[in-house]
């Protein structure tokens, strides 16, 4: 079955550090790629998205990430983190089949910790 | 902005009862999806819906049926509500065709099942 893989479920980092939080996905021809975002409370909002052409996306709030398809991985970076980012952040994939609508399939979620 | 709104942030329901869930959006998207959402599992997709009175199955449909009626309007229905079902539901919205992936998000309703 196709899956999604976020092997860190908390991270802590410090306020102003680097973040990189991990994604894997398994096998699949045409990958559509998300990262969301869940402030506690709050319904899940994207942050970014890659469906072709250049493999860094550029996100909201200062986010980027990176597609590999030869490891299969899809993480996220922010170059300085904020005490606002602390949040729940998930990995999301769908697989193109040609139809118009596929659920997505998530990660866990990796829960972020900003340490001041 | 794309608006996916859902009628109950909050909602406490009895074993046994039946309940729904109503989500509503407001960018004419033709897919529909529901989605439970549990500590340590991320979030699971229990039924979609790409037209009007058509639905789909997804991972975890067990105990669940979905009705759209209306394009705007997709609803999840728990015909017998049990104590497992107590989770966070979210429901999203999405253009249909190639490339249009993309998923908006309403703010979820927490149902806890006593």
């Known amino acids: 079955a196709q899956s999604v893989t976020q092997p860190d479920i908390h991270i802590t980092v410090s306020e102003g550090a680097s973040l990189e939080l991990r994604c894997n996905y398994s096998?699949?021809?045409?990958?559509?790629l998300f990262w969301y975002v869940q402030s506690p409370g709050q319904g899940l909002q994207l942050l970014l998205k890659?469906?072709?052409?250049?493999?860094l996306v550029q996100g909201i709030k200062g986010f980027e990430a990176e597609f590999k398809r030869s490891q299969s991985s899809f993480n996220l970076r922010k170059p300085s983190v904020h005490w606002s980012d602390a949040a729940e952040y998930f990995c999301?994939?769908?697989?193109?089949?040609?139809?118009?609508?596929?659920?997505?399939?998530f990660g866990k979620g990796t829960h972020l910790i900003i340490q001041p | 902005d794309v608006k996916v709104t859902q009628s109950s942030r909050y909602l406490v329901k009895r074993t046994g009862e039946k309940v729904f869930l109503e989500c509503v959006q407001d960018?004419?998207?033709?897919?529909m999806f529901w989605y439970r959402q549990d500590p340590g599992l991320g979030l699971r997709l229990i039924y979609f819906?790409?037209?009007?009175?058509?639905?789909e199955k997804g991972d975890i449909p067990e105990g669940y049926s979905v009705s759209r009626e209306k394009k705007e309007r997709f609803s999840l229905i728990l015909e017998s509500a049990s104590t497992n079902q107590t989770s966070m539901y979210l429901c999203?919205?999405?253009?249909?065709?190639?490339?249009?992936?993309?998923?908006?998000f309403g703010p979820g309703t927490r149902l806890t099942v006593t």
């Open positions: 999203a919205s999405s253009f249909q065709g190639l490339g249009s992936y993309e998923q908006y």
């Open positions: 096998y699949g021809a045409t990958p559509y």
């Open positions: 890659y469906f072709s052409g250049d493999t």
């Open positions: 999301a994939v769908v697989w193109y089949s040609g139809g118009g609508a596929d659920g997505l399939t």
């Open positions: 960018m004419d998207h033709e897919n």
């Open positions: 819906s790409y037209d009007v009175k058509m639905k």
